[in-house]
C-alpha cells in the first residue's frame, strides 16, 4: 500500500464544474503540498498546509490530521486549470523528504 | 524574488556519457534535495545536502554522486549515461532552521540520452 494515495488518478469535467481531487496518506507528517505540474514538467507548488484551509483565488486545500486526508478544490474550473495535481507529504521520519502522490491528471473541457 | 535555478534546462547525451546537472538554491536556504522523474512516473527522491553534508540517501545510483559546494549550489553527476536515467531532474531547497517543510521547486533539467 502507498504512503499516499490520491484520487481520482484522472478526472475530466466541464469549464465551470467544481472539481474535488482527494489525497490519504498513512505516516506522520509535519506539513503536506499540493503541487501542479503542467506538461513541460515544471512543478508550481500551490498550498503547504498543517492544518486547516487555505484558500488561494479559485484554489482551496483544506487538511484533517486526524483522519490523514486533504482535499484540493477547484471552483470555476477553467481549461487553463488542466495539468497534474499532486499531493506530496512532509514525512517526519526521514529529514523533510516529501513522499509523493501519484498524481491527479486533471483535463478541464472547454 | 529570486528563485531555484537550475541549469541547463535540456542536456542530450548519448549512453556511457557524463552529465552535470547544477542547482543554485533560493539565497539563505541551507537544505537541498534532487529528485528523479521517468516518463510518466513519479518523482523519486534521490539525495538530499544540508549544510553541505549529505543528509539522506534515496534511490540515487552508485554511477550518480552528489554534493554541495560552500555557496550552497549543488551538482549532480552522471557517469555512464544509460536510457533508462531520461527523466526531469528537479532540484528543490528550503531553510531547515525555519521548520524546513517548505520545499521550493527548481524548473528542472530534462536530460535525454540516446
Known amino acids: 500500500k502507498n504512503e499516499v494515495e490520491q484520487s481520482p488518478q484522472n478526472l475530466t469535467a466541464q469549464e465551470g464544474e467544481f472539481i474535488t481531487i482527494n489525497c490519504s496518506y498513512s505516516?506522520?507528517?509535519?506539513?503536506l503540498h499540493w503541487l501542479q505540474q503542467h506538461p513541460g514538467g515544471g512543478i508550481v507548488s500551490l498550498f503547504m498546509?498543517?492544518?486547516?484551509?487555505k484558500k488561494h483565488g479559485r484554489l482551496i486545500a483544506t487538511i484533517n490530521i486526524q483522519e490523514k486526508h486533504s482535499s484540493l478544490h477547484i471552483t470555476a474550473s477553467h481549461p487553463r486549470d488542466s495539468a497534474v495535481y499532486i499531493c506530496?507529504?512532509?514525512?517526519?521520519?526521514?529529514?523533510?523528504?516529501?513522499?509523493w502522490g501519484a498524481g491527479t491528471k486533471l483535463i478541464i473541457k472547454p | 524574488a529570486a528563485g531555484v535555478i537550475q541549469s541547463p534546462r535540456h542536456l542530450i547525451k548519448e549512453k556511457r556519457e557524463t552529465a552535470t546537472l547544477k542547482c543554485y538554491p533560493i539565497?539563505?536556504?541551507?537544505?537541498v534535495y534532487w529528485y528523479q522523474q521517468g516518463p510518466g512516473q513519479d518523482p523519486q527522491f534521490l539525495i538530499s545536502?544540508?549544510?553541505?553534508?549529505?543528509?539522506d540517501k534515496g534511490s540515487i545510483p552508485d554511477r550518480f554522486s552528489a554534493q554541495q559546494f560552500s555557496d550552497y549550489h549543488s551538482e549532480l553527476n552522471m557517469s555512464s549515461l544509460e536510457l533508462g536515467d531520461s527523466a526531469l531532474y528537479f532540484c528543490?531547497?528550503?531553510?531547515?532552521?525555519?521548520?524546513?517543510?517548505?520545499?521550493?521547486f527548481g524548473p528542472g533539467t530534462r536530460l535525454l540520452v540516446l
Open positions: 528543490a531547497s528550503t531553510l531547515r532552521l525555519n521548520g524546513g517543510e517548505t520545499q521550493y
Open positions: 539565497p539563505r536556504h541551507d537544505t
Open positions: 545536502f544540508y549544510e553541505k553534508m549529505q543528509s
Open positions: 505516516v506522520g507528517i509535519s506539513a
Open positions: 498546509l498543517s492544518s486547516g484551509k
Open positions: 506530496a507529504v512532509v514525512s517526519m521520519d526521514s529529514n523533510y523528504q516529501l513522499i
